[in-house]
């Protein structure tokens, strides 16, 4: 059956009406077949071979708006917070718990209307919901290009009714060759239910679980008085940091001071230009960026990020500022540089008298205590410039602990099989160290 | 002819209807959406194909709504409509397939409804 010899109009307004209608598909199909069905009202569709479409019948599409109308019932239905989204963001539709939710949250937690674009909702996210925000506009547009089947997210959230976190989970919807995507927002509890500390008021913008976390995590922040945290928390912001990212190199003007929760940074001296070799480790127990604190405005080592994982960090010009007002920040700040420069002292008599074996032994023992734990990536030419070596006497001595089962190594990934034996098998000088540093828990 | 070869002959003999019910009927339904006649075109195939083709069936369901071009590239003009694809000959039926005897007959399984 050839359509276009079936079709003898390719107009297509005008059938609102069931009489239109009829009058059109009798003039456009000739079919005895298709005419009795369609005489005996058992057709839906007749396609438009001019607009390449399917034109419905009026009953057809009265039954697909009513049938609308029961999706939008029982998406009302649903205990879920639930909105639809088209493929450009725009809210198309929301159910009565995400209105009443809206309404509540003034906003707040991605809470867009009906007609609001959700990814410009994500762009405008402040504060502690930004890097949620993106990453959930970021995990919509993987949905929709079919690259994820689901995107779940644990979401933190501020508002006029507090600090909150929800899960949202954003799923696909096919429909009519047009894709949507699902909202779902569940899970809804408040931060302070979960065991926020004492003295953070959730009404405190910049405030947040994972500020929260970090304090608790970041052990020279952890030593402040709560007042004084409190008046911190708006300068601070979480950041995550990359294996091999450097914070600054010798030189440079220090725009941020990081405080680490899980990932130690390198401290490097640099000779030459090229050759570097590690004078310092902090992790969780400090500050990157000392010098600010000593007066300075550039750095003189490189800081480099040992393993991915989260900090906070501030901006120097309001570090400076709460440094002078708070004795405080000054004392944790102090306590810790002296502790550090006892470990960059450490680290220069250990470099010139001790071999190669315990020295990479101790630095794996001080890596271990930062990172909290055992198994970690590291090349062995990434190990040589940390300890000053050439690569292949790291491998000779990474070999010797092998063979010692204290370590374990595959292209990179070491783990510590044997933390006693490893501590016996390297230098007094961590033990000097680790006091300094007590192991994290 | 041995009492042997006799035996074979039959067994060889009752294989053969089973080798026409493992012949798959390729059948590719046209509907719009879940309009009520393409919701009862589905609901009344699958329950025939169901009851008659006992599994030995591949049905497609095509939404001429999602897919416009395809709809008309295979020659579809109103929906729901039903095409029988293989095995030859091949046909179509126009409707909400309520009348399972045209259906059968269509498919070529009249003497599956007799039995």
Known sequence: ?441 | MTRKNAMTRKKKKARSPDTSLATVVTLRLYVAGRAPNSVMAIANLQAICQQYLKGAYKLEIVDVCEQPRRALADGVLVTPSLAKVSPAPSSNIIGNLSDTGIVLAALGLNSAAAS
């Open chain 1, 1 to 441: 059956m050839n359509p276009e010899s079936l079709l003898t109009s390719r107009r297509r307004s005008g059938l609102e009406t069931e009489a239109e209608f009829t009058r059109w598909v009798r003039q456009v199909v000739k079919g005895a077949a298709e005419l009795q069905a369609f005489e005996a009202g058992q057709i839906d569709a007749v396609m438009d071979a001019g607009t390449n479409r399917a034109v419905l019948s009026p009953l057809a599409r009265t039954a697909l708006q009513g049938s609308n109308r029961f999706v939008r019932a029982l998406l009302d239905a649903l205990p879920v917070e639930a909105c639809v989204l088209d493929a450009a963001g725009t809210v198309v539709t929301t159910n009565r718990a995400w209105r009443t939710f809206v309404d509540a949250g003034a906003g707040a937690g991605l809470g867009v209307r009906e007609g609001a674009n959700f990814l410009a909702a994500c762009s405008d996210a402040i504060g502690i919901e930004r890097a949620h925000a993106t990453a959930v506009a970021r995990g919509f547009r993987k949905v929709l290009a079919g690259v994820r089947q689901e995107y779940s997210r644990q979401y933190v959230c501020s508002g006029r009714i507090g600090y909150w976190t929800c899960t949202l989970t954003i799923a696909p919807i096919i429909s009519d060759g047009v894709i949507h995507g699902l909202i779902t927002r569940e899970n809804v509890r408040a931060i302070r239910d979960a065991g926020a500390p004492r003295g953070v008021r959730p009404t405190n913008a910049g405030a947040s679980a994972a500020m929260s976390r970090a304090r608790t995590r970041n052990r020279l922040l952890a030593t402040l008085p709560d007042k004084e945290y409190e008046r911190l928390l708006s300068f601070l912001e979480p950041v995550k940091l990359r294996y091999g990212q450097v914070l600054y190199e010798p030189g440079e003007r220090i725009e941020y001071v990081y405080f680490p929760i899980d990932c130690p940074v390198s401290l490097l001296s640099v000779v030459d230009g090229d050759q570097s070799l590690e004078v310092g480790l902090v992790g969780a127990e400090g500050m990157i960026g000392t010098p600010l604190a000593l007066g300075g405005t550039t750095s003189s080592v490189r800081a480099l990020v040992q393993g991915n994982g989260t900090a906070v960090r501030m901006h120097a010009e309001h570090f400076q500022k709460r440094l002078k007002r708070s004795p405080a920040l000054r004392r944790a700040l102090l306590k810790f540089i002296g502790e550090l420069m006892m470990q960059v002292g450490q680290n220069a008599a250990c470099n010139r008298f001790h071999v190669m074996e315990k020295r990479l032994a101790r630095w794996l023992l001080m890596m271990r205590e930062r990172l909290a734990s055992s198994s970690f990536y590291l090349t062995h030419g990434f190990l040589a410039d940390m300890l000053g070596a050439r690569r292949e006497s790291v491998t000779v001595s990474a070999h010797k602990l092998k063979r010692q089962k204290l370590i374990s190594y595959n292209r990179g990934n070491i783990t510590i099989l044997d933390r006693r034996g490893l501590e016996a098998a390297c230098c007094s000088c961590f033990q000097q160290i680790k006091i300094v540093a007590p192991e994290s828990g």
